[in-house]
């Protein structure tokens, strides 16, 4: 964290030096919680409109005839770049589906006991 501060600041200087116009050079670590807070609500719904409209595709391509695989999770998460042998097994759509399924019944029971 020592190293960031120490570029972060040196960033500033130089570009107080070079008169780099800058809006705000307060880097985010620096910033108050609140406004840190909008920023991560800001990239959280980019994250969330973009993954839902990659699915939206994806849906619409299987639909058409595209095949159980072009909704495959391990293809989508990059998993298969990881382990590429993972994709030779003969019903992995069928697994993947059963692993997604898994998946978000863990995630919905953790957000349950949150929720009280």
Excluded: W
């Excluded at 960033?11 to 991560?40: C, D, G, N, W």
């Excluded at 993954?51 to 998993?79: D, P, Q, R, V």
């Amino acid at each position: 964290m020592a190293i960031v501060k120490r570029l972060s600041r040196e960033f500033v200087e130089l570009a107080v030096r070079v008169q780099l116009p800058l809006a705000t050079p307060v880097p985010l670590f620096h910033m108050e919680k609140s406004k840190k807070k909008i920023y991560f609500e800001a990239l959280k719904c980019i994250l969330f409109l973009s993954a839902s409209l990659h699915m939206i595709i994806l849906f619409m391509f299987l639909f058409t005839g595209g095949g159980l695989g072009s909704i495959n999770y391990f293809k989508l998460t990059g998993i298969d770049l990881l382990l590429p042998s993972i994709m030779a097994y003969k019903y992995i759509d069928i697994i993947s589906l059963i692993f997604t399924a898994i998946l978000y019944l863990i995630i919905l029971k953790i957000i349950k006991k949150k929720s009280g």
